[in-house]
């Protein structure tokens, strides 16, 4: 018994020893399990880690180059324009340079004209000839690289050697010239009288050719609507105010008598609330028109080019304008021709004329007004140059070459009989040498443009210096 019990005794111990055994195998493997477990788990966490730092380093690179990036552009805009700005300063010096050395040149111009175009005895060989038929032609050598092949087309000489004439570097430049005695004098308004001759009347006569000139229906438009000031001006409103503003006197023009009257000037400059006086003397400038009542943009873009304030009273029809001398023909027009001066007839037979009159001037100027009095009554009798130019039987040629128009009785000089007055050629024009030149120079250097407007007088008698010769006017925008 005792040793049955001592068995079941060790078999119990036995069985117990194998319970715990197995027990902390199971342990151990439960607890490894769990490392298992947690090792599965540490892993993802320690990747989103790694993205999440990695997400704040691409934001932070984006905010730093959105904060560089305005500083970064904003230096490279200035370095840009500071080197824009450098080159457009080297640039507008050369400019300013040759802008001063085309002015010497147009003086050697104006010389030319003076000593040699001007001369009688160079008039009797070659005939009159003016400095502005030959100055774009002259000037273009010096100004632009293919100006000698333009000259040497003219003449008909070959002048590739003057190319080394030219300027170097990139700079260019253009010069236009025009006679001022051309235009109307507005500054004859100013003069009621010239000398002591009641008939010889400057202002009067000075407001019947601008009359004449703003008479076109063309210009109804200007005259109809109204201006800035709410005010509508006519024709002779204009005008009237124009004298007003320049004449001495302080009494009302009267478009009827064309001479002052009683009543006095009043205007509505005057009376601004920042006002000013007229004149009441010469203009420095046709600008100054701005400054008469009724006178605005529009007005000074249709008539401003007709107008100066040099020069004589008398229009020189050598360097008139085709409006211009179908005014002076139609004041000089007798009186069996003068139905062709009136209403449509103007258009249709004077303007066609005075076009013929200056397309023949231009290779020959008129010496004296007999050779426009010969040529206004008999256009046939002078051959149009035009047709000088291609071969027999051109067609083409003939037909583009304009229409000799028909011929106008006019007289060289004025007169008065029996009551009766009429005009002539030597009234309101003349065909003497220029004496005035308005000079307009344009200078390219790189993206530089520059311009200069200048008046030089070739007879002005200087007081600190030998010679003749003056510059009146000058301005540069």
Known sequence: MSMA???????????????????DASLEEVLEDDEDDEDDADEPRLGRGRENQQGIAILMVLI???????????????????WQSAVNHGAEVQARAIQ????????????????????????????????????PYLMSVFGTEDGAEGLGALVGLDTSSLNELALEGGGSFEVRLEAESGKINVNCLAMEKDGDSDKNRPQARTYETLEALQMPKLYDPLFDEEKSDGNRYLRYDVLRAMVD???????????????????????????????YQARNARLDSVQELHLVAGIDDDWMAAFAHELTVYGGCKVNLNFASPEQVALVLRHAVS???????????FL???????????????????????????????????????????????????????????GMDVRVNGGERDGATWGG???VATVTPERIYRLEIITT?????????????????????????????????
């Open 425 to 427: 050629l030597k009234d």
């Open 445 to 477: 250097v790189g993206s530089v443009n520059k311009r200069v407007t200048a008046v030089y007088d070739i007879q002005y008698a200087r007081s600190q210096s030998q010679g003749k010769g003056a510059w009146l006017y000058y301005r540069e925008d």
């Open 5 to 23: 019990k001592i068995d079941t005794q060790h078999d119990e111990g036995e069985a117990q020893e194998l319970d715990a055994t197995e027990l």
């Open 335 to 345: 009186g069996k021709d003068r139905w062709k001066t009136e209403g449509e007839n």
């Open 100 to 135: 001063r050395g085309a002015m010497q040149l147009s003086v050697l111009m104006f010389e030319l004209q003076r000593m040699v175009f001007n001369q009688k005895q160079f008039r009797d060989m070659v005939g009159a000839m003016d400095i502005t038929m030959l100055a």
């Open 348 to 406: 249709t037979m004077t303007m066609p004329l005075a076009n013929f009159v200056v397309e023949s001037r231009e290779f020959n100027l008129f010496t004296k007004l007999d050779d426009v009095k010969k040529l206004v009554d008999n256009p046939d009798n002078f051959v149009n140059p035009l047709t000088l130019f291609g071969e027999d039987g051109d067609s083409d040629n003939l037909a583009n070459v304009p229409k000799v128009p028909d």
């Open 64 to 82: 730093a180059l959105a904060i560089l990036f305005p500083f970064t552009a904003t230096f490279n805009y200035k370095a840009r324009v500071d």
């Open 245 to 275: 503003y320049i004449d001495p006197d302080r009494g009302k023009f009267s478009t009827y008598r064309l001479a002052n009257s009683s009543q006095d000037e009043r205007y509505r400059y005057t009376e601004l609330y920042d006002p």
